[in-house]
């Protein structure tokens, strides 16, 4: 399976980006069981989970990005993604999807870059 994220850019502290992930080369009975989630690693930093969003589209969030960030999916289009509001410097990182159990080999990331 491989994991195409896009959608990062620069943008200034308080806004928003919407972040997409495509698993392609996965078909959708691969995909659709799996708990997708979002990650991200900030300069310096080691690689955190973001957001964990299951098959039925129940989800959880870091407490540092909880009711800031809302993950989601589309199954038939084997997408996941991220809408991220009230942005802050915090939030600077390459942005990469991937399972809740990183199996999967990872992308290129999304990078994000938050200015204050």
């Known amino acids: 399976v491989q994991l195409q994220a896009s959608g990062g850019g620069l943008v200034q502290a308080g806004g928003s980006l919407r972040l997409s992930c495509k698993a392609s080369?996965?078909?959708?009975?691969?995909?659709?069981?799996?708990?997708m989630a979002w990650y991200r690693q900030g300069p310096g930093k080691q690689r955190e989970l973001v957001a964990t969003?299951?098959?039925?589209?129940?989800?959880t969030y870091a407490d540092s990005v909880k009711g800031r960030f809302t993950i989601s999916r589309d199954n038939a289009r084997k997408m996941v993604y991220l809408q991220m509001n009230q942005m802050k410097a915090e939030d600077t990182a390459v942005y990469y999807c991937?399972?809740?159990?990183?199996?999967?080999?990872w992308g290129q990331g999304t990078l994000v870059t938050v200015s204050s």
């Open positions: 991937n399972t809740d159990d990183s199996e999967w080999n």
């Open positions: 969003v299951s098959r039925d589209g129940s989800t």
């Open positions: 080369r996965a078909i959708t009975s691969v995909f659709n069981p799996r708990t």
